[in-house]
């Protein structure tokens, strides 16, 4: 099983910007996938961003344009770059290696612990 660690969540002003990254144990280049999801108190884990193994993105359409995912395989690591941050974007966010290239809990394979992100004046 291989494991993810998140790391670079903070608390932001709303505008901010973060970098999300996530390392795994393993070559992440086999993965069908690597994905971002995000949990809000209350509310259900969804899906954030996407990087299939052939570089295509798939994004929610709350992103607008306003994150990117990218990866890293040479040292096994995805990242988040988020920016125009809102204070709707406070949550969890979790790094997942993915069995199918939707972007949907139904398909992940492994979860990492989660890092917190807080979006607040």
């Known amino acids: 099983q291989v494991q993810l660690v998140e790391s670079g969540g903070d608390s932001v002003q709303p505008g901010g910007s973060l970098r999300l990254s996530c390392a795994a144990s393993?070559?992440?280049?086999?993965?069908?996938?690597m994905a971002w999801f995000r949990q809000a108190p209350g509310k259900e884990r969804e899906g954030v961003a996407l990087?299939?193994?052939?570089?295509?993105?798939t994004y929610a359409t709350f992103v607008k344009g306003r994150f990117t995912i990218s990866r890293d395989d040479t040292i096994n690591t995805v990242y988040l770059q988020m920016n125009s941050l809102k204070p709707e974007d406070t949550a969890m966010y979790y790094c997942?290696?993915?069995?199918?290239?939707?972007?949907?809990?139904?398909?992940?394979?492994?979860w990492g612990q989660g890092t917190q992100v807080t979006v607040s004046s």
């Open positions: 997942a290696r993915m069995r199918g290239r939707q972007l949907s809990v139904r398909w992940v394979n492994s």
């Open positions: 990087l299939a193994k052939d570089g295509i993105k």
């Open positions: 393993e070559y992440i280049g086999s993965a069908e996938a």
